[in-house]
């Protein structure tokens, strides 16, 4: 690898790290991030590693009221061996410019932003923890910072890294969540931003969120924005169910998002030899799936949860409960399978596994 | 009115004002700004207008990774008695709320938020320019900025209010522009956040309006997200046009913004009895009114321009040419009667028009 000139300058105190075993999700940050600028003539430059600390903007800056940005999420692990890993970060790279390419962001070099956020990491490695289900949640996240109120792209972006050290997605760990299918609102359309990793997305998303929580729900089940009858993405986690014996998921369309733990799911499948397909999946068949005895099993696939079995949907009054609302086996195969080999305790045949030397 | 509390610090230097006959569009920003917070179980609290600064945020603060995030754009002008006048300002608060609404932030109390845009302005009002076709733009804007990676609405929020004084949004100014109609990219689909005023929107419209100024187009058309058939709004401005005597616009559908300056056409059409239709309208219509002889003009309208004639649309390898390349009548008269109430200059039959203190 290159030697990228990154300047350091380390914390002179060090916070108090929160006890490993009482973790939640994105609340505490570690004591440093990293931040590099981008000026149009000038392209990315100063890259440093800083204490952990706030960010100042003009209140005109572009992110505030156009929000022009994008971001990635990964995880870094401690194995038994007391080695800091991570799990295919080249690929977040890759998606983080494709979104940056969508967003009008200027490309950033992958193996240097790869070799950044391992730097910050090693710096920081106090901080991953090492009790079962938790992990180092890398944040990678660039902005339009320049104070313009016009709509056009920004001349100026930030592009940082910060790190959490993170416990379980869900309250309810890997067990079964009960989830309602969308029906008014919308995440994405093709065209739109659904596939690219931004901010407007999320937003969007809020409000049915907040709507199925009200209900009882942990998510929503989200419908194509064009007829409301295709399903795309559950919460903010790509789909999978298992019909009849064969495993399927909503085909790339532009509208859902090219999940790293999705694609990850479809090769261990291929690897174990169990039928897979990408393909356009409609509501209807999934309760007619279920009428006919065939649905055996429904999870969802992020990086935040890494697998999330659904034990319910919720759809036009009616509720179905997936595999008696249990944990299905495929579910539970892959779940350990995909933690097995991010936490270093299975072998990886993939060639996933990223040291973080 | 009632006496709202507000702290007031007054900036102790003043920055240079720019030349008033040389303002370009949202680069520049006065003395002061208005902010105020919120706090889960508080509510809206500490009100206060102080000296134009930056903005300190955690960099996990939400509105960077997640956009939860509004804003809104009027204008002030200096009428020829050197009085300060807003233009419907009471409807840009209404509609601020709504947005609240779609991005599940907490309301704002619309007449103290008129109260605090009226005395923000009166603060820095030598910056209210006196030049024709020049303006004090006015950007209330609120965002999350609480600590958090999961993705739920914030528990904190800040509302600001920033002023920059204008020039004309366009180089062209009243000149007509040609415009692209967009058949890849998608603005916002129904379900989706297209009807609130909320960053996203603006992020997904970047990439097209890049795409179509590399061809010459001054902005995009945009379609439906559903059927890529009906229009829906052209650049960030609501689009009208005149077909054999009649004025018609898009219908408010959910996915495309509840322009004020739209809003006020149509009242202006209505008065002068004009007659004017709110319908779907497909982009073939469009056409074939054009190869009939029968469009006569097309404009689009937004606070920020007032009203940009569009003098050519290009789609699908064919350009057409509209009224000559020439503004229209109507649209010189929408123009001079909308800008002459703006500025004091017109009698305002309509109470539009709304004293600053």
Known sequence: MKDYQIDVQLSTTKKEKPAFNQLSFGTVFTDHMFVMDYTKGKGWHDARIIPYQPIMLDPAAIIFHYGQTVFEGLKAYKT?????????????????????????????????????????????????????????????????????????PSDTYRFMIILSPVGAYYKEGINPVKIAVESEFVRAVKGGTGNAKTAGNYAA?????????????SQVLWLDGKEHKYIEEVGSMNVFFKINGEVV???????????????????????????????????????????????????????????????????????????????????????????????????????????VD
Chains 1, 2 share one sequence.
């Not at 920081?124 to 709509?151: C, H, M, Q």
Request: charged share 25%; net charge negative; proline share 5%.
């Open 80 to 152: 038994k061996e007391e080695e800091v890993v991570l799990f295919r970060p080249d690929e977040n790279m890759k998606r983080l410019n494709r979104s940056n390419q969508r967003l009008c962001i200027p490309e950033i070099d992958e193996e240097f932003a790869l070799f950044a956020l391992k730097k910050l990491i090693s710096i920081d490695k106090d901080w991953v923890p090492n009790v079962e289900g938790t992990s180092l949640y890398v944040r990678p996240f660039i902005f339009a910072d320049e104070p313009y109120l016009g709509v056009s």
């Open 249 to 355: 998921t909503p085909e790339l369309n532009g509208s859902i998002l090219e999940g790293i733990t999705r694609k990850s799911v479809l090769e261990l499948l291929h690897y174990w030899n169990i039928p897979v397909v990408e393909r356009r999946i409609s509501i209807d068949e999934i309760f007619q799936a279920y009428h006919a005895g065939e649905l055996e099993e429904a999870f969802g696939t992020g990086t935040a949860a890494v697998i999330s079995p659904i034990g319910e949907l919720f759809w036009q009054g009616e509720k179905i409960t997936i595999n008696n609302g249990n944990t299905g086996d495929i579910s539970k195969k892959i779940y350990e399978s995909l933690t097995g080999i991010q936490t270093g305790n299975h072998e990886d045949p993939f060639g996933w596994r990223v040291k």
């Open 205 to 217: 998303s809020l409000k049915a969120q907040e709507e199925a929580e009200a209900e009882g729900f």
